[in-house]
């Protein structure tokens, strides 16, 4: 069985009437057509013609001329050049092979993850400018300088001789250089959006924090100030208590005297009652500051029970004592001012 050159094939196939006819639209061009397909395949001939359905993405069907083979890059690229019906007026459509697409990096400029290729010349295709060939130069050039199959480098500096290159070549080279920007512009700004919204979750955190320490630092103002207004109370007590019994020494000579003789009591058993009752505001002091320590966690809780149930006990004793010597018919308050 003898072999049909790819002359016959695409002559074969654009003669071909009926149901198994091509779907081309303009039978006046099919010359242009044939002359641009054999142009191909000659100076590429790693490609094969051959006659396929294609199927677009609503379901409609037509009947074209596609090439398909390796191209001349390395690592190889299988990839079929579908022709358009309305082919010379609408670009073909560039396909790669499902085993190219699946090595296909997914960040590459041209190359759709299901393997459609969109390079600028596609893009600018406007005849009679635009052909098969230029378009597969075009492909060449590009796959040559950024490969399907391997990942966007680093955008790097490069000049381009006008004079050495086409326009089209150099706005290949254009527009990689600017998809390699736009990469590394977006790298960098997703990196910056995870470091800044870590940072706004750790301010957050510390908004939160802050606003605990506010609200116990306010509460313990208020606490402040009321411990404040009980002594200055107290104190204007102790200087009326002074004024009132202190009948030997006048103001000037109790400041000369010791503090002692100012609070010298009357007889023993007042005496009695100022010591006690000195030694309770002392024990009530002392579970003030026990308390704090085991607020901040400076004394564990257990031994601020053991200490506690210890001066609470001695702190009772020291009451019971007063009240018996004031005598059993009076309650004295001792906490209240």
């Not at 006046?28 to 641009?36: G, P």
């Not at 041209?110 to 893009?123: A, D, K, Q, R, T």
Request: aromatic letters at 10%; a negative charge.
């Amino acid at each position: 069985m003898a072999f049909l050159t790819s002359t016959q094939i695409i002559d074969a196939a654009l003669r071909c009437d009926g149901p198994h006819s091509l779907s081309y639209k303009h039978d006046n061009l099919k010359w242009l057509i044939r002359q641009h397909f054999l142009s191909l395949l000659n100076n590429f001939p790693s490609l094969k013609p051959s006659i396929d359905t294609f199927t677009y993405d609503e379901g409609t069907t037509v009947k074209l001329l596609v090439a398909t083979g390796y191209f001349p890059v390395s690592p190889n690229i299988h990839l079929a050049i579908w022709i358009h019906e309305s082919y010379p007026f609408v670009a073909p459509f560039v396909l790669l092979s499902s085993a190219s697409t699946s090595k296909t990096s997914h960040a590459h400029p041209f190359v759709s993850p299901l393997g459609e290729v969109f390079i600028p010349y596609l893009h600018l295709w406007n005849h009679p400018q635009s052909n098969l060939l230029d378009l597969a130069r075009s492909l060449v050039h590009i796959f040559t300088y950024q490969h399907p199959f391997a990942p966007p480098e680093p955008p790097r500096p490069s000049f381009i001789d006008t004079s050495l290159v086409s326009k089209m070549e150099a706005l290949n080279f254009l527009y990689i250089a600017l998809h390699r920007d736009i990469i590394a512009s977006t790298d960098k700004a997703n990196d910056d959006i995870d470091s800044l919204s870590s940072l706004q979750a750790e301010l957050v955190r510390r908004e939160e924090i802050l606003n605990i320490e506010l609200g116990e630092s306010r509460y313990e103002r208020l606490c402040l100030k009321e411990t404040v207004r009980d002594l200055a109370f107290e104190a204007d007590v102790l200087m009326n208590w002074l004024k009132f019994n202190d009948h030997r020494n006048s103001q000037n000579n109790i400041a000369k005297d010791s503090i002692e003789d100012a609070f010298e009591a009357a007889d023993e058993e007042s005496n009695q009652i100022l010591n006690l009752s000195s030694e309770d505001k002392a024990i009530e002091d002392l579970l003030y500051v026990l308390e704090t320590a085991l607020q901040q966690g400076v004394v564990p809780f257990d031994k601020y029970l053991k200490q506690v149930r210890t001066l609470s006990r001695e702190q009772f004793f020291h009451r019971a004592k007063i009240v018996k010597l004031r005598g059993s018919d009076m309650l004295y308050q001792l906490d209240e001012p």
